[in-house]
C-alpha cells in the first residue's frame, strides 16, 4: 500500500528513484511522483497511473536529493492532484507517506482557520502544512517540528520529508508502515522495503516504529519519539538482484509459478535431512516446548496466507492433536476474541507488513499470547514483532497473486507440526519418516505438475470469457478450492467460488447449468468415492466440470470434460501440488482477458492499512 523512496548522496538522485519506483510499483499503481532539490529549487512532477507515465511526463531530472511515492488510493481517488510528493503552501517542504492520518479532518480545520488551502483530498497534504505550520510558529529545525507534527498524529505513517531550504538532510519516520535505510559510502537511500536499495549497497537499518532517522551525505542519526539517540542495529542483506528480476519470464507471476520446485526445497534446506529424519527450526527453538504443550493453536492471517492457515489446521490437528482455530486477521481484533496467557498464535503473512495481521498479533499479545510468525520478508514488521517465527526462505514475491509464498508457507507449516509431533509422541516413529520422505519429494511433483502448463494454456482458451466459475473440493483440497477462486478473481475479474464440494448441494447446485465451469480438485485421497459423486451431480445439471485428478486416475477423466493429472502424494501434503495448475489456470486466463497479471487492478501488494 504506497511505496516510498528517498536518495541522498552525490550521484543523479532521479535514475535512483525511477528504478526504485519501478520496484516498489507492486505496493499501488494510482499514481506517482518524484521530488527533486537541485540548490535551492523544489522541483516535482506527479502523474495519475502507472511510474511509466511519470516516467514521459517528467522534464527536470537534476539534484542529488530526492523522493520518490508510488501511491494505492485511500483519501481521494487516483488524480495528478492527490499524487504524492505534497508541498507545504510556502513551496517550501515535500512529502512522502505511506499509510493513514486519521485524525486528519480536524487537522485541516484548524490549518484552513490559520488560512492555509488544500489543493488534494490527501491526509499526506494535511500533514506536511502541519509540520510547516509547527515549523514557522515554534522555530524549528525541519526534525524537531516532524518529531511535534508525530506526536499529535493518530494513524500510520512511513514518511519522508525534504526541505528546499536544506539540499543536505532527508528526515524519514515510521509507526506501522515499513521503511528501510541502505547505508552507502556518502550517500544514504531509504523505502518501503528493501529491494530498491539491493543494488546499491547490503548494509541496512529497519527503522522501529516510533523512530526518526536524519540523512545528510556526512551521516545518519536515528531518535525515537522521545528524541533520545539509538543506537540502530545494521543488518546484511542476503537478498540477490536477480531475484527481482523477471529472469526471461513475461510476468512475474509465472516466474514465481515456476520457481516453486527451488522455492519449496529453499525452504528445507538446512533445516530437514530427509534421509536422517532430523528437523530443526532454529527460528522457533524457544518455544518449541510450549508448542508441544499447547492447549490450542490460534492461526491469524488474510487472503492466500488465510487459506495456508486452513490446510495448516488439518494437518496439525491430525498430525498433533491440537485444536486450531484459523481466524481472518481482520475479524479477530474486533470481537474480543478468547486468549488464554500461554496460547501459542501463529500469524502467516507473506509480506510481513498487512495491518490487519499486525493488529492481532498486537491484541494476542497483550493477552499474553506467544505469538509465532511464518513470514516471507525478512526484517517485516511482522517478523519483528512476534516472539519468535520461521522464515519461508521464498525470495521475494513480486507478482500481487501470491503463488510460491503459498507453497513456502505450507511447507514452513508442515515442518513445525511434524516436529511438534514427533517430540509430543502423536505421530508412530514409521509415519514420522513416511511423511519426511515424502514431503522431500515434493519439489520435484510440483515440477512434475508444471508440466501440464501447456494443456492449462488450451483449456483456458476455452474459459477466458467465462463470467462465473465454482470451485470445490474436500478435505485437504477445500481451502485449495479457496484459493483457486481467490487466484482467479484477483487477477482474471472473472467472479469465482469456492466450496467443500459437499457444500454444493446446499445451495451453490442451484447456479449450476451448461454455461458453468467447476473445477473439482478430485486427488486419491479419504473421500475420492464422494467427490465422484459430486462430479456426477455437476454433470447431471449440465455443467462443464474440469478436474485435478492424480496421474493414471481411471475413473474421473471419462467423466469429465476437462482432466489436469498431476502426481500423488500423501493427502496433507497434496495442496502444495494441487494448487499448481490453479494458478496457472488463472495466470493464463487473466493473461487472454488481457488483465495486467503482476498489477490486478485496486489491489497492492502489502495491505498495511486496514
Ligand atoms: O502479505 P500477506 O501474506 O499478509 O498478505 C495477505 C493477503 O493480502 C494476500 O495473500 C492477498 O490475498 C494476495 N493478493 C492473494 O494472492
Known amino acids: 500500500m504506497c511505496g516510498i523512496v ?18 516498489l510499483e507492486y505496493r499501488g499503481y494510482d499514481s506517482s511522483g518524484i521530488a527533486l532539490i537541485d540548490g535551492f529549487d523544489l522541483d516535482i512532477t506527479k502523474k495519475e497511473g502507472k511510474v511509466v507515465r511519470l516516467e514521459e511526463a517528467i522534464h527536470k531530472k537534476e539534484g542529488s536529493i530526492g523522493i520518490g511515492h508510488t501511491r494505492w488510493a485511500t483519501h481521494g481517488e487516483p488524480s495528478d492532484e492527490n499524487a504524492h510528493p505534497h508541498v507545504s503552501n510556502n513551496n517550501s517542504l515535500a512529502i512522502i507517506h505511506n499509510g493513514i492520518i486519521e485524525n486528519y479532518e480536524s487537522l485541516k480545520i484548524e490549518l484552513k482557520k490559520k488560512g492555509y488551502h488544500f489543493s488534494s483530498e490527501t491526509d499526506t497534504e494535511v500533514l506536511v502544512n502541519f509540520i510547516e505550520d509547527i515549523q514557522e510558529t515554534e522555530s524549528l529545525s525541519l526534525e524537531d517540528a516532524v518529531r511535534v507534527a508525530l506526536s499529535k498524529i493518530v494513524g500510520a505513517y512511513a514518511i519522508a520529508v525534504i526541505s528546499k531550504e536544506d539540499s543536505n538532510k532527508i528526515v524519514a519516520a515510521r509507526k506501522g508502515s515499513p521503511l528501510v535505510i541502505g547505508l552507502g559510502s556518502g550517500e544514504y537511500f531509504l523505502a518501503s522495503d528493501a529491494t530498491p536499495i539491493v543494488e546499491y549497497t547490503n548494509e541496512v537499518v529497519y527503522l522501529n516504529d516510533g ?30 538482484l536477480e531475484e527481482l528480476e523477471k529472469g526471461g519470464y513475461d510476468h512475474f507471476m509465472l516466474k514465481e509459478i515456476f520457481e516453486q520446485p527451488r522455492s519449496i526445497a529453499d525452504c528445507m534446506r538446512g533445516r530437514l535431512n530427509t534421509e536422517t529424519g532430523n528437523l530443526f527450526l532454529g527460528g522457533i527453538r524457544n518455544y518449541s516446548k510450549a508448542l508441544q504443550n499447547a492447549e490450542r493453536i490460534l492461526i491469524a492471517a488474510c487472503g492466500t496466507s488465510w487459506h495456508a492457515g486452513l490446510v495448516a489446521e488439518y494437518f496439525i490437528e491430525e498430525l498433533c492433536r491440537i485444536p486450531v482455530e484459523v481466524e481472518y486477521a481482520s475479524e479477530f481484533r474486533y470481537r474480543n476474541p478468547v486468549i488464554k496467557e500461554g496460547d501459542i498464535v501463529i500469524a502467516i503473512s507473506q509480506s510481513g507488513e498487512t495491518a490487519d495481521t499486525l493488529a492481532a498479533i498486537e491484541i494476542a499479545k497483550e493477552r499474553g499470547a506467544i505469538v509465532l510468525g511464518v513470514v516471507n520478508t525478512v526484517g ?77 494454456k488450451k483449456i483456458s482458451e476455452r474459459f477466458k470469457d467465462a463470467h462465473n466459475f465454482l470451485y470445490l473440493g474436500r478435505g485437504y483440497n477445500f481451502p485449495v478450492a479457496l484459493e483457486g477462486a481467490l487466484k482467479l478473481k484477483e487477477i482474471s475479474y472473472i467472479h469465482a467460488e469456492g466450496y467443500p464440494a459437499a457444500e454444493m448441494k446446499h445451495g451453490p447446485i442451484a447456479l449450476i447449468d451448461e454455461q458453468m465451469p467447476v473445477v473439482f480438485i478430485a486427488t486419491r485421497d479419504g473421500s475420492y468415492d464422494k467427490i465422484v459423486s459430486n462430479i456426477q451431480e455437476v454433470k447431471a445439471r449440465r455443467g462443464i466440470v474440469i478436474a485435478i485428478v492424480n496421474e493414471g486416475d481411471a475413473i474421473i477423466p471419462d467423466m469429465v470434460d476437462y482432466t489436469i493429472e498431476i502426481p500423488a502424494t500423501h493427502e496433507s501434503l497434496m495442496p502444495l501440488v494441487s494448487v499448481i495448475p490453479l494458478q496457472l489456470l488463472s495466470y493464463h486466463i487473466a493473461l487472454m482477458r488481457g488483465a495486467n497479471v503482476d498489477q490486478p487492478r485496486n489491489l497492492a501488494k502489502s495491505v498495511t492499512v486496514e
Do not use: W
Request: no cysteine.
Open 380 to 456: 517485516s514488521s511482522i517478523a519483528r514483532v512476534t516472539h519468535e517465527g520461521a522464515y519461508l526462505h521464498a525470495g521475494p514475491e513480486i507478482g500481487v497473486a501470491s503463488t510460491k509464498a503459498f507453497t513456502a508457507q505450507l511447507t514452513v507449516l508442515y515442518m513445525i507440526a511434524l516436529r511438534v509431533a514427533f517430540y509430543k509422541g502423536t505421530i508412530a516413529q514409521n509415519k514420522y519418516r513416511e511423511l519426511v520422505t515424502e514431503i522431500g519429494k515434493i519439489p520435484k511433483k510440483v515440477a512434475a505438475a508444471l508440466e501440464s502448463n501447456e494443456k492449462i
Open 6 to 23: 528517498g536518495y541522498i548522496g552525490k550521484r543523479d538522485a532521479y535514475p535512483i528513484l525511477l528504478k526504485g519506483l519501478k520496484r
Open 211 to 240: 523512530e526518526i532517522v536524519v540523512l545528510t551525505r556526512e551521516g545518519y542519526s536515528v531518535k525515537d519519539s522521545e528524541d533520545i539517540q539509538q543506537t540502530p542495529y545494521v543488518q546484511t542483506l542476503e537478498m540477490e
